[in-house]
């Protein structure tokens, strides 16, 4: 293990005294609280105005830490978990009996993930117990992928900032149910490669989630920024073309050679490296006030699934 820095071991302090963290991922930015703290648990709760009824992921510094949590960890989860942690996939395992209700919104599942960001595992590790780590942002708003974001968040509120530098992989973490008997679900896309997966797992990751298994936090409208958000596809005529020449409306593009009036972010046509700046591209562009902001619509293919399944709920629902 690397030396611990003195941030860090103000960071775990902070935590062993009861407080909140924002603590840097690979995925996103996580506020984060000693998981068997209940008033530490539910200080997250309030902070984020996130309801009860959405469960936490729980953040080992270790796989070995998982058979606290899990009553019943399938052969197939040992083989992600040795290949994929620590990374941005998420596993949720029946709950041993003696996990706080709270943690997983009165389910009897737990979600577990050890994250690669190496000032998260120090952290965990430095604290000596998990910690939940949801987003670091407002309930629905958008997620944060640098430390300044997650000021402009909780600007005011009592929260230590660990920097670690922007998030490399930028999008929440991929989650897959590994329920005992079942098949291997997917609940929520992130980047990690699906196929890679299915390769590891030797079997199919399924996208039908039974209404036996609850995925909160999928809500139409999440992710979003304040200014109005239309998607277009460069292909197409629309009204995004009036747009081009007004200086007030924003655009994040993915790879069209349109050269608007207004502010403009390319993200280009790499997924990895669009996904990477996307959230970041949403706060610079708000930040600016803007009428509207155009977002060129990604292609179609697994790459970009993660991508879509966000922008989905980011973008304005028509009047
Ligand atoms: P995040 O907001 O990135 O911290 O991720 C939390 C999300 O993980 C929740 O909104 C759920 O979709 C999912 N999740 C966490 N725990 C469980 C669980 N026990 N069962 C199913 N999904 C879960
Ligand atoms: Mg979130």
Redesign the pocket.
Known sequence: MAHVTRQVEEAAARLNAGGLVAMPTE??Y?LAARADLPEAVAQVFRMKG?PST????VHLSDASEATAWAADIPDIAKHLMQHFWPGPL?L?FQ?RPEVSRH???G?D???LRVPAHSLARQLIQAVGHAL????ANRYMSV?PTTAEHVVTQFSGEDLLILDGGPSSVGL??T?L?ALPGDTLRL??PGMLDLAAVEVIAGESVSDDVPDT??????HRRHYAPHTRLCGFSAADAGAWQQDLADSQIGWILCGSPIAPDGPAIQLGAEADAYARRFYDALYQLDARKLKRIWVERPPEGARWQAIRNRLERAITPPD
């Open positions: 995925t996103v996580g996130r959405n469960p936490l992921i998420t949720v709950a943690i997983t919104a389910q599942t737990v979600a939940v780590a949801p987003s997620s929440e973490s989650i149910s609940l929520r298994i609850r995925v909160p936090g999928q």
